[in-house]
């Protein structure tokens, strides 16, 4: 399970349409346009991918009908953070199931996420389908020639969706994200003797990337996420069947408190700082040699909390030093 934006796998576009879309977007903004579209509208990916094309590369196509139900989800520190249930359709036959979607910049009540489900809320009440993406495309470029990509990332499609996401914005007092930048040099401190394999950065110190952890010998491969408050961030999380994980409270020895939540295909540390909310996604089975990944338990989660300095986080020299 990993990161996305959620709303972005409810689109039904072939690959043709979206070859048509990039390059009618390349003619009139010029060169180099596709690979930034695909930074902006896929930032957790490399390489350049279809909106059909993600299905395959997380193996599930989001798909919010009767999206947001289900609150009463009996978790502690992750309760606060579900934003609700929906239907997921696994690459194969009868493959459909409900997993429970959860938010990455806040808790239930804070400004972040009470955006962030307004939000998801409004565009699952939206008429999208390819002719209005054709005829919103034009409009919308010349319209917003400098913002476009930006609401691309969002999924405003046409002038009455930027008139609502402004508005959620301005009811909760949020700003939207900026392009996000390359250089991420300025985390060291935070990661230690972690690693960092790529992400993207924003302006304001939102970041998100993949990495691998080695203790004593044995890896394990993760995907952090650090959400300032303050922003409208539209990525979220599904973590599956929240019944599977056992959850608990741990102090790490600097006296930051780490809430960890271990299931059988996923584990989640989740970490409220004075300035972001920080979640990170433990992926067993994404590190190599096979014989060197590490059997997830709860020492080594707790193990794995210690290996990094969040508190770095609450400075905002990491975001200012790298020239954000």
């Not at 004593?216 to 952090?224: A, T, W």
Request: with cysteine; net charge negative; glycine share 8%.
């Amino acid at each position: 399970m990993e990161f996305y934006n959620d709303y972005m796998n409810n689109i039904k576009v072939d690959n043709e349409l979206h070859r048509q879309i990039v390059e009618k977007t390349r003619g009139v903004q010029g060169g180099g346009v596709a690979s930034k579209a695909s930074t902006v509208l896929f930032p957790w990916f490399r390489q350049p991918i279809t909106w059909r094309v993600i299905a395959v590369v997380i193996g599930v196509v989001i798909m919010f009908s009767g999206v947001y139900a289900g609150y009463a989800t009996n978790l502690f520190g992750m309760k606060k953070l579900v934003l609700g249930e929906t239907e997921i359709h696994e690459i194969g036959p009868n493959n459909d199931k409900i997993v429970t979607v959860i938010s990455l910049q806040g808790y239930i009540g804070s400004p972040e996420y009470e955006a962030t489900k307004e939000w998801h809320e409004y565009f699952e009440s939206c008429e999208i389908n390819e002719e209005v993406l054709f005829e919103a495309d034009r409009i919308m470029i010349e319209l917003y020639p400098d913002d476009y990509l930006l609401y691309l990332y969002y999924r405003a499609y046409t002038p009455e969706m930027v008139e609502k996401l402004l508005e959620i914005a301005k009811e909760y007092n949020l700003t939207l994200l900026e392009e996000p930048r390359i250089s991420m040099r300025s985390l060291s401190p935070l990661l230690g003797a972690n690693s960092n394999l790529g992400g993207y950065m924003y302006s304001n110190g939102t970041f998100r990337f993949d990495g691998h952890c080695v203790i004593n010998g044995k890896g394990i491969g993760y995907q952090f996420s650090n959400c300032r408050k303050g922003y409208l961030d539209p990525v979220s999380l599904n973590i599956g069947n929240p019944n599977d994980y056992t959850e608990w409270d741990y102090r790490k020895a600097d006296g930051t408190m780490v809430t960890i939540a271990m299931s059988p295909l996923s584990s989640l540390l989740i970490v409220e700082l004075d300035n972001s909310l920080a979640i990170i996604n433990v992926l067993p089975n994404a590190y190599w040699p096979i014989e060197d990944q590490a059997e997830i338990t709860a020492q080594f989660l707790e193990a794995f909390a210690e290996s990094f300095d969040f508190l770095y986080l609450n400075e905002d020299t990491y975001f200012k030093a790298a020239g954000h």
